[in-house]
């Protein structure tokens, strides 16, 4: 069964707000945590990771935090805008076990970014 | 550097007809994966490969569904007597080595009519 998971289906944000997007995970054993964006009718696009030895890690315009304690990772996207619609997954990985390829995503967070 | 390539992007078969997928990996990037999402769904594994070897299927069905990555030229995800369910988006992916990032390409979006 999936062992990620994402507590609310759809986010509606006002353009220049920022914006939250929460992943529970239920793989403790779980070691590596990627935030995929997938624009309607494409493919996912990478947007960050980490991994379990952090817990916090920025990019442009986006940080990932990981709370190991209570298995949550969550996206924030800073001074959100309209090209930042679409739905947004976390996907893990056990880069330590025996299938360290395979992805586990949730279902995915609907943003709609309202001008 | 190009990206993951996949063709074709939309494809529509008949109930019984066959489905042909193909990928073709980022530069350098030996390993390949394939993944189906259906509606409103996140993506599920079902195959990864390197040059002509399967190292891992058990995300595939175990009937119709084959894939191979020949030494040359691209991946391919075969379904054969496509049924209504097949009808899916199938997303190939691929990384250098199996612990760096994955890269998806654009997809193939199939429907089953």
């Known amino acids: 069964g999936e062992s990620v998971g994402l507590h609310l289906p759809t986010l509606s944000v006002q353009e220049g707000d920022n914006s939250i997007i929460n992943c529970a995970y239920s793989?403790?054993?779980?070691?590596?945590f990627i935030w995929y964006k997938q624009e309607s009718g494409k493919g996912p696009q990478f947007i960050i990771d980490?991994?379990?030895?952090?817990d916090k890690r920025q990019g442009q315009r986006v940080t990932v935090l990981l709370n190991k304690t209570v298995k949550h990772l969550s996206l924030q996207i800073a001074a959100t805008q309209p090209g930042d619609s679409a739905v947004y997954f976390c996907?893990?990985?056990?880069?330590?076990?025996?299938?360290?390829?395979?992805?586990?995503f949730g279902k995915g967070t609907l943003l709609t970014v309202n001008p | 550097n190009a990206g993951v390539m996949q063709n074709p992007r939309h494809l529509v078969r008949r109930r019984g007809q066959e489905a042909r997928l193909r990928c073709s990996p980022m530069?350098?990037?030996?390993?390949v994966y394939w993944y189906r999402q259906l509606p409103e769904e996140g993506l599920k594994f079902m195959v990864y490969?390197?040059?002509?070897?399967?190292?891992?299927e058990s995300g595939m069905p175990k009937e119709r569904f084959s894939a191979e990555f020949p030494k040359e030229g691209p991946s391919i995800l075969r379904i054969q007597q496509v049924v209504r369910g097949d009808s899916a988006a199938y997303f190939c992916?691929?990384?250098?080595?199996?612990?760096?990032?994955?890269?998806f390409g654009e997809g193939s979006w199939l429907t089953v009519v």
């Open positions: 996907a893990e990985k056990l880069l330590g076990g025996g299938s360290n390829y395979k992805l586990t």
């Open positions: 793989n403790s054993a779980s070691d590596y």
């Open positions: 980490i991994r379990s030895n952090m």
């Open positions: 490969l390197q040059k002509e070897n399967i190292i891992d």
């Open positions: 992916a691929s990384s250098p080595t199996v612990v760096d990032t994955i890269y």
């Open positions: 530069k350098g990037h030996s390993h």
